[in-house]
């Protein structure tokens, strides 16, 4: 068994039900648990006995947060000349084409490269929803890149099954046969879902979206989920013209749309919500349906501010997420939660300077994002919670004057790195540097791959 005694923290931020925050705080950790929570002085008796001992003097320590929305493969796919300034629709138009020439090996390497920068930025649970499939991708791809950096992963198997030919947005090259999807989401929850306490791996059900895909298979997915306990994640409600299309199309309001096949309740949550109607966010309350929100990529496509007040206080499970980093052309989910604050302030003219305080957006990155992910052992540090944890050091220039209330400067001063991260009693990031993956060549490779997308290689 493993000792870890974290000592000194300026200031230990639990986000526990009280909203303990201690100052020279320290964590004992045993194996990938923590057995204890309190000032230094406390339980360093009882940490006599640590295998390790890592000092944050002048450091923030605070749960590690949860990524509830990405495409880690667009990472490839930054900056894209013909997408910088398109709405949704037509940003998806300019990418389809070059995502349909991705490999395996793309996808391993982007992946490692969006969850190198996600750890870094003070994430330590991610989902991702992986969903175009050509030349031989599969999950497993980005499974093998969780596996070897470290992080907490929640993979979601996606799908397009509905091409342009039949009313779908995406060009017929790259969606697939329902029954084919079917199946191998069930390979895919067989072989790595892991239910357990403190689990590494989970495996969701994802189609893509109202317009990707058919209701049948919005149904039949969610049957399939709900056979092995798995949970839901899509698209819903992230334009005007998201919703114009779920009216036109079905009928119905977009959470409407998504009652009528199934997908809502305690195992879904879903992207955006940016065009969320009071119904909506009321039937979400009610059913427990939760929300990935994803700022940044939301003001990038110009797709509007989503009505996260509205939704906290109706009770809804809200989390953050970075969304793909062609949408967002970041992965810094610290950054997300500075821009969550900002934007819920403005969202409604006049504005509301106190619409959304910093601890509120920290609570949406680490307990909320943990809820509508359905973990109950993650974001937050007590007794028995997985040794899932952050620290940022005070001591740099975006800081300075602002250490009366370091927790709130996280937010609101420039977003910082993490100088530690560990990830289920594993030191993953020490000293600002990753422990497990050497970056560079990583890098190298990725600039390669995307180069080779962008000249159409």
Not at 417 to 437: A, D, F, M, P
Request: hydrophobic share 40%; aromatic share 6%.
């Amino acid at each position: 068994m493993t000792k870890i005694f974290l000592k000194n923290a300026y200031v230990l931020a639990t986000f526990d039900d009280e909203g303990r925050e201690i100052s020279d705080g320290a964590v004992i950790i045993r194996d990938n648990v923590i057995e204890a929570v309190g000032p230094t002085a406390q339980l360093a008796p009882a940490a006599l006995d640590a295998d390790e001992v890592i000092d944050l003097s002048d450091h923030v320590l605070m749960p590690g947060m949860v990524n509830t929305h990405h495409h880690m493969y667009q990472s490839l796919t930054r900056v894209i000349p013909g997408g910088q300034n398109a709405e949704l629709f037509d940003w998806l138009r300019t990418l389809y084409p070059m995502w349909a020439r991705l490999t395996p090996g793309m996808i391993t390497t982007s992946a490692l490269t969006a969850m190198a920068e996600l750890i870094l930025s003070g994430c330590t649970t991610a989902t991702d929803h992986l969903y175009i499939y050509p030349n031989g991708i599969r999950l497993d791809d980005e499974i093998q890149a969780a596996q070897e950096i470290g992080i907490r992963f929640h993979p979601t198997r996606g799908s397009m099954s509905m091409g342009e030919s039949s009313g779908g947005l995406p060009p017929d090259r790259v969606v697939e046969r329902e029954p084919d999807i079917l199946k191998e989401t069930q390979r895919l929850i067989e072989t790595y879902h892991d239910p357990s306490p403190y689990s590494m791996l989970k495996i969701a059900v994802a189609p893509c979206s109202p317009f990707s895909v058919t209701q049948d298979l919005m149904r039949e997915s969610a049957s399939l989920a709900r056979s092995y306990g798995v949970r839901l994640h899509t698209h819903l409600a992230e334009t005007v013209g998201d919703v114009a299309y779920s009216k036109e199309k079905f009928g119905l309001e977009p959470a409407a749309y998504a009652e009528d096949v199934g997908w809502v309740g305690h195992d879904v949550w879903h992207a955006h919500c940016v065009c969320l109607s009071k119904g909506g966010i009321d039937l979400f309350a009610r059913t427990g349906t939760g929300v990935a929100h994803c700022p940044s990529s939301n003001m990038r496509l110009a797709s509007g501010i989503a009505p996260v007040r509205q939704m906290i206080d109706a009770g809804v499970k809200v989390g953050l997420g970075v969304d793909g980093s062609a949408s967002n052309d970041s992965g810094h989910l610290l950054a997300e939660a500075r821009l969550a604050l900002l934007l819920q302030r403005v969202k409604d003219m006049p504005g509301n300077p106190a619409a959304l305080t910093a601890r509120e957006a920290l609570r949406i990155a680490t307990r909320g994002g943990a809820a509508a992910l359905g973990y109950t052992e993650i974001g937050q540090l007590t007794p028995g919670m997985a040794a899932d944890m952050v620290a940022f050091d005070l001591n740099q220039v975006g800081f300075a004057g602002a250490l009366h209330d370091p927790l709130a400067a996280l937010v609101f001063c420039a977003s910082a790195q993490v100088n530690y991260s560990l990830i289920n009693g594993r030191v993953i990031v020490r000293e600002g540097h990753l422990t497990t993956v050497d970056l560079g060549p990583v890098l190298r490779l990725h600039n390669h791959y995307a180069r080779q997308l962008s000249r159409g290689e």
